[in-house]
């Protein structure tokens, strides 16, 4: 079955950079877009981008462009998403989702967890 | 950017009935690319329909969609006490990718 297994909680101060992990299992990694979703305390949910784990390729919305990196690691199937210069307005979940095997299938139909990221002095 | 707009953002209902919720957008999602999630406090959004109309694996058949264009419907037809819940559209037609603002779904 497909999972996505998401790094734990993260407190970090402002100004800071965080990492977080998103694990897949039970499919083959390279064959499907994973993108990430955020979600402020009370809030929607945000769009932030893609990340092709085939390729490597990216794309990111333009609110997220300079100071957010969504890299992979295929070997162990785990995609990343890196936050620098955190604020706090950060301070979300972010989910890893699954999209489709190409970049227009976008829908999301497997998500991981969430990582709750506190950002805070 | 495709700006999403949902109506109502709360609708309070009674278990049984039916529930419509709407979604607008700014400008034409390409392709009736449009999916529906839900989501429960403390959860992970679900997807529940893509492509507008299309009912994601193992989405009961009471959770239907319609629409084109600008103009999207979520259906549920009889309400069930767990589909108390909020739901966001998402369109996925021109990037950024992005979502309604939610509608509360309520117990009367």
């Known amino acids: 079955q497909v999972q996505l297994v998401q790094s734990g909680a993260e407190v970090k101060e402002p100004g800071a950079s965080v990492k977080v992990s998103c694990k897949a299992s039970?499919?083959?990694?390279?064959?499907?877009?994973i993108y990430w979703v955020r979600q402020a305390p009370g809030q929607g949910l945000e769009w932030m981008g893609w990340?092709?784990?085939?390729?490597?390729?990216?794309n990111y919305a333009q609110k997220f462009e300079g100071w957010v990196t969504m890299t992979r690691d295929t070997s162990i199937s785990t995609a990343y998403l890196e936050l620098s210069r955190l604020k706090s307005d950060d301070t979300a979940m972010y989910y890893c989702a699954r999209g489709g095997t190409r970049v227009w299938e976008a829908s999301l139909g497997y998500w991981g967890q969430g990582t709750l990221v506190t950002v805070s002095s | 950017e495709i700006v999403l707009t949902q109506s109502p953002g709360t609708l309070s209902l009674s278990p049984g009935e039916r529930a419509t919720l709407s979604c607008r957008a700014s400008?034409?999602?390409?392709?009736?690319?449009l999916g529906w999630y839900q989501q429960k406090p403390g959860q992970a959004p679900r997807l529940l329909l893509y492509g507008a109309s299309s009912r994601a694996t193992g989405i009961p058949d009471r959770f239907s969609g319609s629409g084109s264009g600008t103009d999207f419907t979520l259906t549920i037809s009889r309400l069930e006490p767990e589909d108390f819940a909020v739901y966001y559209c998402?369109?996925?037609?021109?990037?950024?990718?992005?979502f309604g603002q939610g509608t509360k779904l309520e117990i009367k």
């Open positions: 039970g499919y083959t990694f390279t064959g499907y877009y």
């Open positions: 990340i092709n784990p085939n390729s490597g390729s990216t």
């Open positions: 998402q369109q996925y037609g021109w990037s950024p990718y992005t």
């Open positions: 400008q034409s999602v390409s392709f009736s690319y």
